[in-house]
């Protein structure tokens, strides 16, 4: 190894250790924004000794140099604008994007190393570190490329949310997957060159349109968070196609990430991994319980009533869920919280783990509305604090605060779920007796403690808000 | 085997490992911007997207080596950009929580008067 050699490994491994350190800045929101730089300080750090091996090599084309200046900064540009211009609530989406183009760059440069060496010639003389990672890389990448695209997609609705199924879905499925792997196989065994890649590309595009499609938009903290760890293993093979392992560490630590987050989100919304990708929640028994709806009576509350109560608590907890971010009232809502602490009364809000279409998503809209980040509980540190509380208010939220949870014969049994049932008085803001989620009746709606007050999040909390200031100037 | 897969095997074990204990110790309120900062982290494509682009001597090769480049720059830009955007909003404001900075479409000017209370 010679003296420059060593420079780069030694200054690769200085980046890896900033991608470290700045992850675990992130275990508090006082140090995170500090971990962030730090990794993107890691990142130019790893860019800059990339350029200047190649620098040191001079074995890139004036062509090749204008290839990549040009495809990096029309990349940049891009990324600079969607990351400066998205919305909050669009989070999610966004994050899907650029998972895609991560994961369809980690196949790319697999596909490309494998044209440099001449395809299957190539190929039949490269080491089985280079085939199996070439192979395994086009595979994941491509996966999660089309995979990530169509989960964006549903996300920002320009593909149907609802599981979309149609004749001949599984089998179709099962095709692609078969030929993508057997392409996968022959390239392993050496009897593949260019074109038996580009069809495992082919197919896994294919694999990861008909794997998202039947998927339900509720379910989309778990997809995500599983096209995140996708794209981390996509990474660490192309860092075993290239032999650099700058790569590998960092495809890694994506890749444990995704795969924590994507177990936490399973076990919160009560499902394993397996089921949500084969697809469906509850499909078969939604429609016998739909008709079970108006049994059993709601008491209904004006605004005035739901302000009162509000007004004259000491201690109230919020539970925001999707219904809150969706209808993009989490001004409103924070408006209201600050009314009740000008009042003197006690506030916190209590979030669910799956509240919001990704991990954490709640926490970022709650924060882009100025919340200070003490006030925002986890579930299991705020479960018993509802016995003291006076009144939760539950907005937006259904199936992640039903009683119904913790006894069996529903399809929720077992689910976390929020306590809310403990507090003195629950004021629920929900536009109609709908279902959630899981399709079934909510047992939170017929205690009498609880008064419905049926509005829109957004006109509901804005009213609130309205009677609570008569009441306290 | 040959030394350099062993190698490299042991750092990706390794690296997996040194993942699952530091990510394990994110609070939930940081998932989102965890996502996306680790979103950004796997944008270190881009150095194997230079490397291609330097070996590259066919049509195919830059053209392959010109949308690596394009997707990987996308993806490790806007990944930390954004990541920033979000996680400059989690600030410990006890008091910032007055009636007058709630309104939904604030001046710009106000939030960084805001900044100084914290």
């Given amino acids: 190894m010679s003296g420059s050699d060593a420079a780069i490994h030694l200054l690769f491994l200085t980046a890896a250790a900033c991608f470290v350190l ?32 190649l620098a040191r090599d001079g074995v890139i084309t004036v062509t090749g140099l204008i290839v990549l200046i040009a495809g990096t900064a029309a990349g940049a540009g891009i990324g600079l604008y969607a990351a400066r211009t998205a919305r909050m609530t669009a989070m999610p989406q966004l994050v899907s994007v650029f998972n895609a183009v991560g994961g369809g760059a980690a196949a790319l440069v697999a596909f490309a190393d494998v044209v440099r060496l001449g395809g299957a010639a190539g190929l039949a003389h490269a080491s089985a570190q280079t085939t199996v990672a070439s192979g395994l890389d086009v595979l994941v990448g491509a996966v999660t490329f ?6 964006a997609g549903k996300l920002q609705g320009v593909v149907s949310g609802a599981p979309v199924v ?4 599984r089998p179709l499925n099962v095709t692609l997957a078969a030929v993508a792997l057997g392409g996968v196989i022959a390239i392993i065994a050496g009897h593949g060159g260019t074109i038996v890649l580009a069809v495992v590309a082919a197919a896994a595009l294919g694999f990861g349109v008909t794997m998202v499609l039947p998927i339900g938009g509720a379910d989309m903290p778990v997809v995500i968070s599983l096209l995140n760890a996708f794209t981390g293993t996509a990474v660490a093979m ?27 989100m399973a076990r919160a919304m009560n499902r394993s991994v397996a089921a949500i990708i ?12 739909a008709g079970s709806a108006a049994a059993a009576p709601v008491r209904a509350l004006a605004a005035d009533d739901a302000a009162l109560q509000l007004a004259y608590a000491s201690k109230v907890i919020i539970v925001p869920g999707y219904g809150l971010a969706a209808a993009r009232a989490q001004h409103e809502l924070v408006e209201l919280a600050g009314l009740l602490e000008q009042h003197g009364v006690d506030v916190c809000y209590a979030i669910h783990p799956v509240a919001g279409r990704m991990p954490g998503h709640m926490n970022v809209l709650l924060a882009e509305a100025h919340v200070p980040y003490p ?43 929020l306590d809310v049932d403990h507090a003195r008085s629950v004021i629920v803001i929900k536009r109609s007796m709908g279902h959630g989620y899981a399709g079934i009746d909510n047992e939170l709606y017929t205690d009498p403690k609880t008064g419905m007050f049926f509005s829109d999040a957004k006109t509901g909390l804005a009213a609130l808000a309205a009677a609570v200031g008569t009441l306290v100037h | 085997m040959a030394e350099t897969l062993v190698t490299d095997l042991t750092v990706l074990v390794l690296s997996l490992l040194v ?25 270190v494509v881009v150095v194997g997207a230079m490397l291609v682009a330097a070996s590259a001597h066919t049509p195919l090769g830059y053209g392959l080596a010109f949308f690596a480049a394009v997707f990987a720059a996308m993806n490790v830009v806007g990944g930390f950009v954004v990541t920033d955007r979000m996680l400059e909003m989690f600030r410990n404001r006890p008091h910032a929580h007055s009636v007058q900075d709630l309104p939904t479409a604030e001046p710009a000017g106000r939030t960084s008067a805001r900044s100084d209370l914290s």
């Fill in chain 1, 22 to 53: 700045g992850l675990h800045l992130m275990n508090s929101p006082a140090t995170a924004r500090r971990g962030n730089l730090l990794s993107a300080a890691g990142m130019v750090l790893a860019v800059a000794t990339t350029v200047g091996m």
């Fill in chain 1, 238 to 264: 192309a860092g075993f196609v290239l032999d650099n392992r700058l790569l590998i560490i960092a495809g890694a630590l994506v890749g444990a990430s995704g795969t924590i987050l994507t177990l936490l």
């Fill in chain 1, 146 to 151: 089309s995979g990530s695209l169509i989960a």
């Fill in chain 2, 19 to 43: 993942g699952f204990e530091v990510i394990s110790k994110v609070p939930s309120t940081l998932h989102t911007p965890l996502m996306s900062g680790t979103n950004s982290i796997h944008g």
């Fill in chain 1, 278 to 289: 084969v697809g469906g929640f509850g499909t078969g028994d939604t429609a016998g319980t």
């Fill in chain 1, 166 to 169: 149609f004749r001949g879905a």
């Fill in chain 1, 375 to 417: 006030q925002m509980k986890e579930l299991a540190d705020v479960n018993p604090e509802f016995a003291q509380a006076d009144v939760a208010l539950v907005v937006g939220a259904n199936d992640v605060t039903n009683p119904a949870a913790r006894h069996p014969g529903s399809p929720i049994s077992g689910m976390p779920i």
